[in-house]
């Protein structure tokens, strides 16, 4: 696997361990060349802060509103001023308001549901268009998302479900349409990995420990490398006939039934 000299976009880089941060950290020691993005205000701080621990320093540090469109067509121009093409794009961004987890599903107002969709799975095609003019001139351009299984329901996870479920289809739709533009289009399924974003889920802790006990391989909820390494590998032109796939990398816990 090389990515050298490929040019990769990762939007949702919070802290160092954050999934953001440790897919642009993967990239980096196969050779990518990377830009980070973040929503504007005190992520895109937090971001700019930590950029330094990176085993390179970033091309640069971006902000955008990821549910706005005027925000990503600036994004978008402000790469087309440091790249000619871009080969790869992280999709590394989830958020559901408090009241849509936690076990309130049957009581969570539309609005909260449609804010975890829009930020969570509609982004996907937002920013993944809002790049195409891009991804267009790379040869053999990759977008990856992350998810969460979707395909049963968790205790506690509740909205956050039905907008995974509705990322992974987004991740086949826009396989399909932009495959004959050359571009593939995947998602990682992950195990429960001990992030900021983990731990603003209500009993997170409470599913993150079936892992360990379940999965045949053995699951660390501190180490992000396995996904972020997978990541890479679908950035690399090693996957260059894989798309519209969800790959699991969750120690095999989605195999077994007990």
């Not at 990515?3 to 642009?24: C, D, N, P, Q, W």
């Not at 950035?235 to 969750?250: E, F, K, P, W, Y």
Request: glycine share 10%.
């Amino acid at each position: 696997m090389d990515l050298s000299g490929r040019k990769i976009l990762v939007f949702g880089v919070l802290t160092e361990t954050s999934m953001g941060f440790k897919i642009a950290e993967a990239a980096m020691r196969q050779g990518a060349d990377v830009i980070l993005a973040n929503a504007p205000g005190r992520p895109s701080s937090i971001m700019g802060r930590i950029a330094g621990r990176l085993p390179k320093e970033p091309i640069a540090c971006l902000s955008a509103d990821i549910t706005e469109p005027g925000d990503l067509a600036a994004l978008a121009e402000e790469i087309a001023g440091r790249w000619d093409a871009l080969d790869g794009v992280v999709h590394a961004v989830a958020f559901a308001p408090q009241d849509a987890l936690g076990g309130n599903f049957l009581n969570t107002p539309f609005e909260s549901v449609a804010t975890a969709m829009n930020v969570s799975a509609f982004s996907l095609k937002a920013l993944t268009t809002s790049m195409l003019p891009l991804l267009e001139k790379s040869d053999g351009a990759s977008v990856v998302s992350l998810t969460f299984n979707a395909t049963v329901a968790w205790p506690v996870y509740d909205w956050m479900g039905p907008t995974k479920a509705a990322l992974e289809s987004v991740n086949r739709y826009l396989a399909r349409d932009l495959g004959p533009k050359g571009i593939r289009v995947n998602a990682v399924d992950s195990g429960p990995i001990t992030t900021m974003a983990g731990k603003s889920i209500p009993g997170f802790d409470e599913l993150a420990k079936l892992w360990p006990e379940r999965a045949p391989l053995g699951w660390d909820t501190s180490d992000a490398t396995p996904v972020a390494d997978t990541v890479a590998f679908l950035l690399s032109n090693a996957a260059r006939a894989i798309t519209g796939q969800v790959l699991h990398v969750d120690g095999g816990f989605s195999a077994v039934g007990a």
